[in-house]
């Protein structure tokens, strides 16, 4: 049986990698908002990891690369998880 079950996954703002730590928000209305609370982060961090453990044959991150012209998409955002991802040995397509 051959199985062509791969996963697309976009990693958004709501988790970021900066200073050598993961940082955790929620959009809400117009900005990103800091969580605190230890049941909503372990939430994040595990949508996360379903969605990376799902596939079969393997998954494709995609990182958007941001837009210096929307504050609610800054490349700073998303550069930290880019390298992050690099850093660990995950292959750039």
């Not at 982060?41 to 990376?52: D, F, G, S």
Request: one cysteine or more; a positive charge; glycine letters at 6%.
């Amino acid at each position: 049986m051959t199985y062509r079950d791969w996963n697309i996954i976009c990693w958004d703002a709501n988790l970021r990698f900066n200073r050598n730590i993961f940082e955790y928000y929620n959009f809400k209305g117009t900005k990103w908002q800091n969580v605190s609370k230890e049941e909503n982060i372990l939430y994040l961090k595990n949508a996360y990891r379903v969605l990376l453990t799902r596939a079969r044959q393997g998954f494709i991150i995609f990182i958007p690369t941001g837009d210096e012209r929307d504050v609610s998409m800054l490349p700073s955002f998303y550069d930290g998880v880019y390298e992050y991802l690099k850093g660990i040995g995950i292959a750039e397509l």
